[in-house]
């Protein structure tokens, strides 16, 4: 199964959540892409709920903050994970967003503090087997530095683009590449 962890403010109804949804549905593999809590720990209790409960084997997805997520997730249970434009610093890049966060789905706030950002330590990721990692960038990418990645994560499979986006434009184009990396 694919489970698939969005970024910070977003949900399953995210765009990339909903290509992917639809991409695994049509070659008959199994996707979950569950909406999380906004506190960090509330969004790693549920994912490791999903996981240690799944009677399938996981392969991991992750955007921005749901990268940062996917990465502990992997080196903690040792698992195939993509990562697209991932926030590899969120303790550190988040800190900019303490205030009143708006949810994109429908546009409801919530608060980001800076107990959330301190939380985010626990979960920084420090002996990764790169091998399991599928590293997707674009070096458009308006809210984080690509390099960051990249510095991190020299020996993962890579793919690093000019221009795009933090959204990361196109990603349809990888939906096969990520289904041989992850199979």
């Known amino acids: 199964m694919i489970l698939y962890i969005h970024g910070f403010g977003s949900s399953a109804e995210g765009t990339k959540s909903k ?4 991409y695994f549905k049509s070659i008959g593999e199994s996707f979950i892409a569950p909406s999380l809590s906004h506190i ?7 994912l490791e709920d999903i996981i240690e409960n799944c009677d399938s084997d996981i392969k991991l997805m ?9 990465l502990y997730l992997s080196q903690k249970y040792n698992l195939k994970v993509v990562l697209i434009n991932p926030a590899v610093n969120a303790d550190i890049t988040l800190h900019r967003a303490i205030g009143h966060g708006i949810n994109y789905y429908d546009n409801s706030t919530y608060e980001w503090n800076a107990h959330h950002v301190e939380s985010l330590k626990k979960y920084k990721a420090d002996k990764l087997n790169q091998k399991n ?3 997707l960038l674009q070096k458009g990418d308006d809210v ?6 990249l510095d991190l994560l020299p020996a993962a499979s890579l ?3 000019e ?4 959204n ?16």
């Open 19 to 22: 290509q992917f949804r639809e």
């Open 40 to 46: 960090p720990a509330l969004a790693i209790g549920t």
């Open 62 to 70: 992750g955007s921005s903050l749901g990268g940062f997520y996917a």
């Open 133 to 135: 990692i599928m590293l």
């Open 144 to 149: 984080l530095d690509y390099k960051e990645a």
């Open 159 to 161: 793919d690093v683009e």
């Open 163 to 166: 221009g795009g986006s933090h």
């Open 168 to 183: 990361f434009d196109g990603i349809e184009r990888y939906h096969e590449k990520i289904k041989k990396f992850l199979f």
